[in-house]
């Protein structure tokens, strides 16, 4: 179930990647977190919001008349505040779907980010938008015959992990994890609890009490 307005700004003012996927584990989803190689452009900024999904397939030419950016093009004007494009590209090195202009038209729609499995490129212009952008690596390649959106909406696997548009996108130096949407709720009040646990833990830790004593009293490392 989703969580409500005031959980959601608790959640992106107090959560980060590791205590998600700490709660996440321990409610029996295992492998809501990135593959390590999916990094952020730059690692100060965070991402927190809600995927819309994009299907890439390869390919190896464009046809005469076709515009190959069609079903790319239209989910990016079909962005809501707070979304994020998770585009997927099945890791391929010959796909950079992401670039300035993307990010420019991203960002004016009230974007949260963009992650993906791809390449991205443009990579110093878009660190001075400030936009948050998680990518499977960097190259110049343009994605036109190479690869095309096939699919918007629609489930994909993004660096390892189930995406569906609507659930739940987080991510920060540590990478990404994914949020699905049937537990968003629980997950998120959960991970609440576990930062004040570790906010006690780590006060004690300070004071000196030995990691021993402070692991038997509250259960968290």
């Excluded at 890439?56 to 004007?77: C, K, Q, T």
Aim: proline share 5%.
């Amino acid at each position: 179930m989703r969580a409500d307005d005031t959980l959601l700004a608790r959640a992106r003012e107090r959560l980060f990647t590791a205590v998600l996927s700490d709660t996440l584990d321990s409610m029996g989803h295992r492998n809501q977190a990135f593959r390590p190689g999916i990094r952020p452009l730059d690692e100060a900024l965070v991402l927190f919001g809600r995927a819309r999904t994009g299907l890439y397939a390869e390919v190896y030419s464009v046809e005469p008349g076709e515009n190959p950016y069609a079903l790319e093009i239209a989910l990016i004007d079909d962005l809501a505040p707070g979304e994020v494009p998770v585009l997927a590209c099945q890791g391929s090195p010959r796909i950079a779907p992401w670039g300035e202009l993307l990010t420019t038209a991203a960002q004016a729609r009230g974007a949260a980010g963009c992650v993906t499995d791809g390449l991205v490129r443009d990579i110093k212009q878009i660190r001075t938008l400030g936009f948050p952008v998680f990518h499977g690596g960097i190259g110049p390649l343009d994605s036109k015959g190479r690869g095309k959106v096939i699919a918007i909406d629609v489930p994909v696997t993004c660096g390892g992990v189930h995406v569906r548009s609507g659930d739940l996108v987080v991510g920060d130096a540590d990478g990404i994890v994914v949020v699905p949407v049937e537990i968003e709720r629980r997950c998120l009040e959960l991970a609440l609890e576990k930062v004040e646990g570790e906010d006690r833990t780590r006060d004690e830790l300070r004071a000196g009490t030995k990691l021993a004593e402070v692991f038997a009293r509250h259960g968290i490392l």
